[in-house]
């Protein structure tokens, strides 16, 4: 298309030019602002603007104009005359940031003016209002579309982000995280956690990893404060460009890079506590009559031992989740640039310490981003960040040998001391039902270290061939590498209590995990401006390479003080390897004409994966789309777009192509045989199509925006297992099948009510509703797995007409027993809930009067369920609404669902007051060298209000699974954050 416009543009390279040049301010303070962009509207010149605002572009010598434009500024268009050669140009404010650039493709950007798409953009400064552990736990609340939970209140992270309702069932459900136009990895590497909990050992056996080992997704490891946006593509219909891993949506994150002018250094120096912010009501002790009463007869356990205890009733979820010790977080960054090169190079070193004795995330990271444009035509841009992060996060979740601090206090009465003693020993526990387990022992003997090395690196070439005033063209090869090494350990000495259960006492886990990703492709774009339109066309191909070796050896049997599994009385050894190639090409036109209110979008991806049963065939990935702003009708409205977009994604199959051996144990002998599950050699990605249209509406010069979605997004091929006749030698093959389709709506509202020149408030909202409904299904409905306990207590169910994420429990009875319970048979299934919310809102408020400003964001989810498991726990026995616990086993055993309740909250995500200090006494404390310093006190998880009665209603046992993440199972109690800030800019 661009070739035809090409033929009939009329452009002279040997028109007469001339220089305009002038200063940019910003309106109200006449203050120089640095780094804006001039362009020369209907020609590619441009310029920008320097540490004194100052700029020179060249253009035509008739009249023109000039369209200026900063992050955090509202653009500007001005007029310029024919014999007007210096012009002065000022610029209001963005408080609702309205005017952003939005990624179309690998190297293609639109306005967001003009984007016919609902992608969401968060700055570094509304990411980092608060400190978060991780990216996606400061992403919380910010994003309509998107539900983020946290699995426990753990350190280290563990998050999951699930956009546009449920798009799998048995496939990769993440979305793709895009740093730096670098696909990067969010594994979450199981750390065999289950060897000493054996959560899962009646699926997973006693010797392996399980899903139930509470392990962190890896986006954990980057710095929130080195991002300059983050940009979310929530569907197919903006997220086709990347082919079959665009389904879950993509999280496209840019960090911040050097910029021309005068070299700054920020130094960011916090300090701060967590502490449990919620604990279960359980019971406390006060006579021996009330232990007799109970039933406590047990040596140990009895009146004799209360009446003995110096200490009647301890709150053993204080005294365990009571750690205090300081966290801490030093951040450095020099931007700048010299020579030509412009650099940005921070730094930081953090420990964040968890609730429990010993539990804590360390990082330390290092930043470098290069810039050099050598002579006119090259650009080369280099981004690398090498990270270390040491996590310890103890044993809680689901267990089966007593382990777990929760499943200890449901059966130990509050007059056992447990704690430590003053000679350094721990008190064993006298219920022999939990092993005689000590969590304080554990806390303090048993290690779960998680080590983690990683390097992503970038590399980006931009050459511009051809550069006149109405076309460029340019071409963009980047390469980059994302490799670290994951080493988690599990050491369980063999002399503490809960280890005496095993008939060999000493267990050693040890579980290297080496991951490498490593992606080039290359972009050739071509843009064209002619005299009512811009087409910018671009085609390209990317290929990428996906490597991990997953080693886990384990160890039982080993003396106290010997950290080698070789010394071990019987070893287990697990090994799991994987090799992915990716290969696509694209291509992308975009034109722009109707005065830049006419944009219209057609693209195509053809991909092919080794992942796929034929991994010589091409999967085509189209993309259509359209936006039309509406010239100004409507008083008091600036800008009202209205946009449709059509697009088509992937997700490949993690599974179902081969059959795999298993192996087995035989008296510590290790054999193999074939899988029960049959591989299927037509694997094929799953596939999902989107349709989404709205508008977009700014009013009010620009004090208020507002943008409404709505979307249906279709999902066919899943990835499902079918039943096999058993004279085939199997159980199950993997097949292609069945469809699920959501619907959906969002909605944003941004206004600033107050705007003067001594107080701001700048308030934003988001709303997000979604349905979803299994629509074909060619096989019997079926649990979703891995994150079951059952129908008894409430199970994820996949069952046609269905939504994909119904709860079915139990939850009638046909016929009582004399009883009062209700026999197996006369149980009914029936489903109970939805394990996501009919909506969620967020609600962000900012207010500034003078140096002082206030920033609070409230997350609200209405109408989910889940299961707890906790309350079945201390149901019957030390819950101190004895009554409350004895009703609901009263109506388990009667068949009703009495473990299923509303998951919903509201919880005070962020708060944090600032105030920027004076210059006088800024240059005072620092002798002139500091040009501004800001001091801050910050919370995060400050208040829940909820009608869950268990310790949050976020929770998941099953974290990583697609579906079924609705269980709450013991565990890690949840916190509220606490920081005290300094920064300062030199």
């Known amino acids: 298309m661009t070739l035809v416009l090409l033929l009939l543009a009329t452009t002279s390279a040997t028109a007469q030019t001339r220089r305009i040049s002038g200063r940019v301010t910003a309106e109200g303070t006449n203050e120089p602002i640095p780094s804006a962009t001039i362009s020369v509207v209907g020609t590619t010149s441009g310029g920008i603007t320097d540490e004194q605002g100052r700029f020179s572009v060249s253009a035509p010598a008739g009249p023109v104009t000039l369209r200026v434009r900063r992050i955090g500024y509202a653009p500007r268009t001005t007029p310029v005359g024919a014999g007007l050669n210096d012009v002065n140009v000022s610029l209001r404010k963005d408080a609702l940031e309205l005017d952003k650039q939005v990624i179309t493709g690998t190297a293609t950007t639109v306005a967001s003016v003009n984007s016919a798409n609902a992608v969401a953009v968060v700055s570094s400064e509304r990411l980092n209002r608060v400190p978060a552990h991780t990216i996606d736990q400061a992403l919380q609340g910010k994003i309509a579309g998107a539900i983020i939970t946290q699995n426990s209140g753990a350190p280290g992270g563990g998050t999951q982000i699930q956009l546009r309702g449920v798009s799998t069932i048995n496939a990769g459900f993440s979305p793709l995280y895009v740093v730096d136009g670098i696909p990067v990895s969010n594994a979450a590497i199981q750390n065999g956690l289950n060897v000493i909990t054996q959560s899962a050992r009646a699926s997973f056996g006693v010797n392996s990893p399980s899903p139930q080992d509470q392990q962190v997704n890896r986006i954990a490891d980057l710095n929130p404060n080195d991002i300059e946006n983050i940009q979310v593509l929530k569907g197919p219909s903006a997220s086709s460009i990347y082919g079959s891993r665009g389904t879950n949506g993509v999280i496209l994150i840019t960090t911040k890079q050097g910029r021309a002018g005068k070299t700054t250094l920020d130094v960011t120096q916090r300090f701060g506590q967590s502490r449990i912010s919620n604990t279960l009501d359980l019971k406390c002790y006060t006579s021996a009559e009330q232990v007799t009463a109970d039933g406590w007869k047990s040596p140990g356990l009895d009146a004799a031992a209360f009446n003995a205890a110096p200490i009647k009733c301890h709150d053993y979820q204080r005294e365990f989740y009571g750690n205090r010790d300081l966290s801490y977080q030093t951040l450095a960054n020099l931007r700048g640039s010299t020579g030509g090169t412009n650099f940005f190079v921070s730094g930081v070193v953090a420990k ?31 981004n690398s960040q090498l990270i270390h992060t040491l996590t310890q996060r103890g044993v809680f979740g689901n267990d089966n040998t007593g382990i777990n601090p929760y499943t200890t206090f449901s059966l130990t009465p509050s007059f056992v001391e447990l704690r430590k003693q003053p000679d350094g020993s721990f008190p064993r526990n006298p219920q022999s039902d939990v092993g005689n387990n000590n969590p304080f022992q554990n806390a303090d003997r048993i290690k779960t270290p998680e080590n983690v090395y990683r390097l992503i690196g970038s590399l980006q070439g931009v050459y511009n061939f051809m550069s006149t005033q109405s076309q460029t063209l340019d071409l963009t090869m980047t390469g980059g590498i994302d ?9 369980s000495p063999a002399d503490i209590y809960i280890e005496q259960i095993n008939a060999n006492p000493g267990t050693l886990v040890l579980n290297e995990g080496n991951i490498v990703n490593a992606n080039l492709g290359g972009t050739l774009a071509h843009r064209l401006i002619g005299g009512a339109f811009v087409a910018t066309t671009s085609v390209g191909f990317g290929q990428s390479r996906r490597n991990s070796n997953i080693l886990n050896t384990i160890g039982r049997g080993v003396f106290p003080g010997v950290t080698s599994i070789g010394a071990a009385v019987q070893q287990f050894v697990l090994q799991t390897q994987d090799q992915v190639k990716d290969f696509s090409f694209f291509a992308q036109e975009e034109f722009l004409t109707l005065n830049e209110r006419l944009l219209l979008t057609a693209a195509v991806n053809a991909e092919r994966s080794s992942n796929n049963g034929d991994e010589t065939k091409f999967y085509g990935y189209p993309k259509f789309s359209a936006s039309y702003r509406i010239p100004e009708i409507i008083p008091k409205v600036s800008e009202l777009k209205v946009r449709i977009a059509y697009g088509r994604a992937g997700n490949q199959p993690t599974a179902g192509k081969f059959t795999f051996l298993t192996q087995l144990y035989d008296e510590g002998r290790p054999g193999n045989r074939a899988s029960t599950i049959r591989g299927f050699p037509d694997i094929k990605p799953e596939t999902a199509s989107e349709l989404e249209g709205g508008f977009d509406l700014q009013g009010f010069d620009g004090r208020v925006t507002l943008s409404a979605t709505q979307y249906r997004k279709q999902i066919d091929n899943l990835l499902l297992t079918t039943s096999l006749a058993p004279s085939t030698g199997f159980s199950t093959q993997w097949i292609n099948g069945g469809q699920i389709v959501n619907h959906g709506t969002e909605i944003e509202l941004g206004f600033t009510p107050i705007q003067t020149s001594r107080f701001e408030w700048v308030s934003q909202t988001t709303y997000a509703s979604q349905k979803g409904k299994v629509t074909r299904l060619p096989v019997p409905g079926f649990i979703s797995g891995p994150g079951s306990f059952g129908s008894r207590f409430g199970n994820g169910f996949i069952q046609l007409g269905q939504s994909p994420s119904v709860i079915q429990a139990v939850n009638g009875c046909t016929a009582l027993s004399s009883t009062g ?29 003078g140096p002082v400003r206030l920033s609070t964001l409230v997350d609200w989810r209405k109408g989910s369920k889940g299961v707890n498991l906790t309350n079945n726990y201390f149901d019957g026995g030390l819950l101190a609404d004895t009554a409350l616990g004895n009703q609901r086993l009263r109506d388990f055993a009667a068949g009703k669902a009495a473990y299923i309740e509303s998951t919903g909250f509201v919880k005070l995500r962020e708060v ?3 105030y920027e200090m004076p210059g006088g006494l800024v240059s005072s404390l620092f002798n002139g060298r500091a040009q501004s310093a800001r001091i801050e006190l910050s919370g995060r998880n400050l208040l829940t209000s909820t009608e869950y009665t268990g310790l949050d209603p976020e929770v998941s046992n099953f974290g990583t699974g697609a579906l079924g993440r609705i269980q709450d199972v013991t565990p890690y109690p949840p916190s509220r954050t606490f920081y005290f800030t300094i920064n300062t800019t030199f």
């Open 352 to 382: 964040d310490n968890g609730l429990g004795e010993n539990d804590y995330k360390q990082e330390q990271s290092l930043r470098v981003n290069l810039s050099h444009l050598f002579g006119s035509k090259l650009n080369i841009r280099a």
């Open 821 to 849: 319970t209700c026999p197996v048979a006369n149980r009914v299934l029936s489903f109970v809930g939805d394990g996501l919310p009919d909506y969620v809102m967020g609600f962000s408020n900012d207010f500034a009067a």
């Open 483 to 491: 490799a670290y090494n994951d080493e988690s350990r599990i050491i």
């Open 912 to 914: 944090r007051v600032s």
